[in-house]
Structures are given as structure tokens and as C-alpha cells.
């Protein structure tokens, strides 16, 4: 295996001008000096000519030279293709991710393929107006932090560790995660329920948080789905939840909840009202948006590709598996 390349020294470029021009040295013996290529050598003084007096190599303009070069290395145009450009700036601005952007490429061929990466470079390198496409808004990209870690503890109620832990793979289909979204002032709520595997989603416009109200949205959406499509519902620890055993009696399904403060530990469904607030930020006062609207953005989440499905949308992974949806 030969030895790994890394680029000439500013203090190899001085013994290169020092051997080469007052000790008459050959290319071929710097190179053994240096242990070298040959080839290095001779592209290094054709490269780095410098007019001073007489057009000749120097190692200090050389060095600057070499530097220049670097920094304008990887400032190569994003997305090259005009097809795909257009397509990525219409997509981003409909509300899709670069991940969904990429994988629906992948799937349909519609334009030329893109990675994920390279879009969000392209986004991160282009006007602020962008940035305002992505879900987050983020003025510079954030890295991942790992999860926490947790006690097995939960008092009175089914704990999220004792769910099977099959459910975490979400191969079995009727599993649901469900979850709260406030009006501004407290005032009514949205009920989002979300199947763990098809990431299928029901959104349902409540007068308030209530126990009662909450659980009897929860059996009317879930009830014309077959027996076999809900089978357990995870919730946390809110007091709209309450009521979680009437759900399990009309449903013939199981409870699980998160401990407490750690509503992450549903994360499908959060992650989803995170998409929801795109369409409803926060402040927004929910009497004011219609059943209408909240239908539309159901459908909107239902048809959106999920890399998480391969780029399939949750729509056609329920026609898949389980056939038309209930109306």
C-alpha cells in the first residue's frame, strides 16, 4: 500500500527553490530529496510561475497561489441542472424536505437525482428567502444530539416500557401514537392521531382539551378502521388522556404511556405536529380555521412522501396493506 499524498509545505517549496535554481538540482533528484513524485514536482513549478523581474518559481507566491486555489475549491454551483434546480425551489416551497425532495427523485425520476445534502447546501448557500422554505428556519445547520437516557418508572398507568417490543420496529400494522395541539388562549385543541407504520393521520378539530371531548374524537376517527388495523394507542401523560380506558373498551385495544416529561418518546406523532404548525403556527386561534381546512391539511399530510416509507406516501402504504380508506 503505498504512502497516503498530502500536498507540498511552504517549507518544501523553499528547498525546492533553493535546489532547483542555485544548486542546478534535476526534477527527478528534488524528488528523491523530498520523497516525492517526480510528477509532483514538475506540475508544481509549471503551476506556480510567478512574474517577478523574469517569470520564474518563488516559494512564498507560490505558497499564496496555493492557497488561493484551495479556497475556491468547493465553491462549485449547486445543482448544476437547471430541471433539477426548478424542481427542488417549487418542491421547497410546496413544504416538502430535501430528504422527501431526493427519495421522491429517487422513486419517480421526474428531474435528474440530487442527495439530500447537496439541496440543503444549495439552500444554505443561496438568499435567507430559502431558508424559510425548511421546517425549522434554522439560520445555520444544527447537528444531532443523542437521546437521553431514562429509569424504568411509571406509576398507575400502562408504561411505555412495558410496550412489546415488537411495536418499536413497526412491522405490525395499529399501532397509534396520539397527541395535543393548543389554540392560541387555551380556547379549543386538535386531536392528531397517527399510525406508527403507515404513518397514516387523522387531525380532528376539538371545542377544548377535555377528557370527554377528546376520547370520544379519538373512537369516531378510529372506529371505521378494521379491528385488526388498531391495536394499541400511546399517549402522554396530559390530562385530556384521562378517559384512555373508555377508548380501549370501544376499541378492543391497549394503552401505553410515556413517562413523564419525555413526550418525545412518541416521536412519529410529534414529529408530525411539527408539520402541522407549518401549515398553523403557533398563535394561530383554531375557531377561526374551518373543519374544511383541517381536512385539507390531513389530506396534505397523507399525500406527502415520507422518506421513512421509502418515498411512498401514507395513502398508498394504506392501499397497500390495508385497502381503500374508510370516508
Known sequence: MGQKYCHLSHQERKLI??????????????????????????????????????????????????????????????????ETRLYVLDKLRKGWSPQVISGRLKLTNEAPYVCHESIYQFVYSSPPELIACLARKHKRRRKKYPSRRYSKKCLMKTSILERPAFINERSQLGHWESDSIVSKHKKSALNVIMERATRLVHITKLGSKSALVTSNAIIKRLSPHPAEFVLSITYDNGSENAQHIKVNGALQC??????????????????????????????????TVSHKQIQEIEHNLNSRPRRCLDYKTPLEIYNERVGALPS
Open 17 to 82: 527553490f533553493n535546489w532547483f535554481h542555485y544548486q542546478d538540482k534535476t526534477i527527478r533528484e528534488i524528488a528523491r530529496l523530498l520523497n516525492r513524485s517526480h510528477s509532483t514536482i514538475s506540475r508544481e513549478l509549471k503551476r506556480n510561475i510567478y512574474d517577478y523581474y523574469v517569470p520564474t518559481y518563488y516559494p512564498n507566491p507560490a505558497h499564496d497561489m496555493y492557497k488561493a486555489r484551495m479556497s475556491k475549491r468547493a465553491q462549485r454551483e449547486k445543482l448544476k441542472t437547471s
Open 254 to 287: 391497549n394503552s401505553y404511556f410515556c413517562q413523564p416529561y419525555h413526550s418525545w418518546e412518541k416521536g412519529a406523532v410529534e414529529q408530525i405536529n411539527s408539520l402541522i404548525r407549518r401549515y398553523l403556527p403557533k398563535g394561530t386561534d383554531f375557531s
